[in-house]
Every structure is written in C-alpha cells, then in structure tokens.
C-alpha cells in the first residue's frame, strides 16, 4: 500500500510564508518525478511544480520567482517552499508522484489527499 501525506497547509497572510512537506511511504521500488498541484474552489486543478529525481524542475508561470520545489530522495519526500503569498494562491495543495509500487508492472501516478493552504488578512 502506497501513501503519500501532505503537511504543513494552513493559514497565512498576504506576503507570508509556507512550507509544504509530502512523504511517499508504502512499498516500492522508485519514486520518479513528483510534483505538487492545487486545486481553488470552483476551478480545475493545475500544476504548480514538478522535480525530477535529478533535481529538474518545472513551475506554473504563476509561481515562478515565489515558489521553490525540491526533494530529498532518501528520504522519499518533496517540499513545497512558498514565499510572498497572495490570496489567488488559495488552494488545496496535492502532492503527486510518479511511483513503481512493488508487485507493479510499470510506474503509475499517486496522489495526496491534500493540504489546505488559505491566504487571507
């Protein structure tokens, strides 16, 4: 059984701060990219950053300069720094990962439950 579990959602002022932390835990072979999306209320859920194992990344043009996504792959976790928060970043965050569970045939995509992330004055 594969899991991945979000923290440190919450709330947060204009300008503020957050960290995101998302573990994969469970059995499996490899974590490939992961990545974070979210989802606001009434819209579709988009991407927000994506890494490589390799430590490539990729940014939604909207967070770009804000927001850094890194990992630690021996520790099966990525992070989500996000800084100068605005309210239209309001969303449910979720981590996703491209995962080879053990007993798999191939990789398939997992993903969070999610953490709420609310900017507000």
């Known amino acids: 059984q594969v899991q991945l579990v979000e923290s440190g959602g919450g709330l947060v002022q204009p300008g503020g701060s957050l960290r995101l932390s998302c573990a994969a835990s469970?059995?499996?072979?490899?974590?490939?990219?992961m990545g974070w999306y979210r989802q606001a209320p009434g819209k579709e859920r988009e991407l927000v950053a994506t890494?490589?194992?390799?430590?490539?990344?990729n940014y939604a043009d909207s967070v770009k300069g804000r927001f850094t996504i890194s990992r630690d792959n021996a520790r099966n976790t990525v992070y989500l720094q996000m800084n100068s928060l605005k309210p239209e970043d309001t969303a449910v965050y979720h981590c996703?990962?491209?995962?080879?569970?053990?007993?798999?045939?191939?990789?398939?995509?997992?993903w969070g439950k999610g953490t709420l992330v609310t900017v507000s004055s």
């Open positions: 469970g059995s499996f072979w490899s974590v490939n990219a």
């Open positions: 890494i490589t194992r390799g430590g490539n990344t």
């Open positions: 996703n990962a491209d995962l080879w569970a053990l007993g798999a045939g191939h990789s398939m995509d997992y």
